[in-house]
């Protein structure tokens, strides 16, 4: 099987609602302005931001996982268009978690019943899911402009509302 193939099986949309759904779980309050769902697939998809959120606690911020160490702004490179790349999965990643996770989505998307992460069995599911759940922590602790700035984001608005 070749690696195009592999991707289509690990990054369906039914795995990466769940991915969703643990990132709003972690969120305060369960949920977060919908513009910044569009950061969970390129952060814990990629090893390197995984990594950093993986070893996140509760007192972790975006300043000290990523912008004030060598290693967090290596993770951070081409954010941007890895956005981009992930644009189309997280839509309909999202269609699926607002059916299996009574995910609501409206400026701000919610999750009526959060799921905890520590129950997965399977210790290499249960790292996306800590990742996803400690990014919800850490990204609902910013002002939702500060994240963007903090980030670079230039083009974010192009990235998540184009077609």
């Given at each position: 099987?070749?690696?195009?193939?592999?991707?289509?099986?690990?990054?369906?949309?039914?795995?990466?609602?769940?991915?969703?759904?643990?990132?709003?779980?972690?969120?305060?309050?369960?949920?977060?302005?919908?513009?910044?769902?569009?950061?969970?697939?390129?952060?814990?998809?990629?090893?390197?931001?995984?990594?950093?959120?993986?070893?996140?606690?509760?007192?972790?911020?975006?300043?000290?996982?990523?912008?004030?160490?060598?290693?967090?702004?290596?993770?951070?490179?081409?954010?941007?268009?890895?956005?981009?790349?992930?644009?189309?999965?997280?839509?309909?990643?999202?269609?699926?978690?607002?059916n299996e996770f009574d995910?609501?989505?409206?400026?701000?998307?919610?999750?009526?019943?959060?799921?905890?992460?520590?129950?997965?069995?399977?210790?290499?599911?249960?790292?996306?899911?800590?990742?996803?759940?400690?990014?919800?922590?850490?990204?609902?602790?910013?002002?939702?402009?500060?994240?963007?700035?903090?980030?670079?984001?230039?083009?974010?608005?192009?990235?998540?509302?184009?077609?």
């Amino acid at each position: 099987m070749d690696f195009k193939n592999i991707e289509i099986l690990s990054y369906n949309s039914f795995f990466c609602s769940k991915l969703i759904a643990h990132f709003l779980s972690g969120c305060e309050a369960n949920q977060i302005k919908s513009e910044l769902i569009f950061f969970v697939l390129p952060f814990v998809c990629k090893k390197d931001s995984r990594e950093i959120l993986n070893s996140a606690n509760k007192d972790s911020t975006l300043n000290s996982s990523f912008l004030n160490t060598e290693r967090g702004k290596i993770a951070l490179a081409g954010l941007e268009k890895h956005i981009g790349y992930f644009k189309n999965l997280t839509q309909t990643s999202l269609v699926v978690a607002a059916n299996e996770f009574d995910v609501k989505i409206s400026d701000i998307i919610t999750i009526e019943n959060p799921l905890d992460y520590s129950k997965e069995k399977e210790p290499y599911l249960r790292q996306f899911f800590r990742s996803s759940n400690y990014l919800g922590k850490i990204l609902s602790k910013n002002e939702f402009f500060d994240t963007f700035v903090k980030l670079g984001m230039k083009d974010i608005w192009t990235v998540t509302l184009s077609k």
